[in-house]
């Protein structure tokens, strides 16, 4: 399966997606960059082991373009199962956060593509 229609099947599960609350979270040294989710929640779950990575996309919709804009991205899941963004973003926006579905393998293929478009 291309990426393209990957993302399509993303768009598809949108109904599924959650908006995440934003948490301004540190350690000794260290702060969440601006556009590093993965690297920043990898960070931050090597130090609090009772949190998790979950990996998936964020899905924007532009509809004056007639487009969707899928963009892998990084959350952490607290004890509770709460899904909590950790990475500052400089954009007032949210958008839906939909779980990825499949292999590590396809994730770091979509992650290396950083985003991609589909059609509305």
Known sequence: MDLIEYAKGV??????????SYRAVSLPGWTPQT??????V?????????????????????????LWIVRSHSLVEFEDGTLVDITPRPIPWRYPFVRHIG???????????VEIAVSC
Not at 35 to 40: E, G, I, W
Not at 43 to 66: I, N, R
């Open 11 to 20: 768009v598809a599960r949108r109904s599924e997606g959650v908006i995440a």
């Open 35 to 40: 556009n590093q989710c993965h690297d920043n």
């Open 42 to 66: 990898q960070k931050w779950v090597s130090a609090t082991p009772q949190h998790k990575h979950v990996v998936g996309y964020l899905v924007c919709d532009y509809p004056d373009l007639g």
């Open 103 to 113: 292999s590590r393998g396809k994730f770091a293929e979509m992650e290396r593509a």
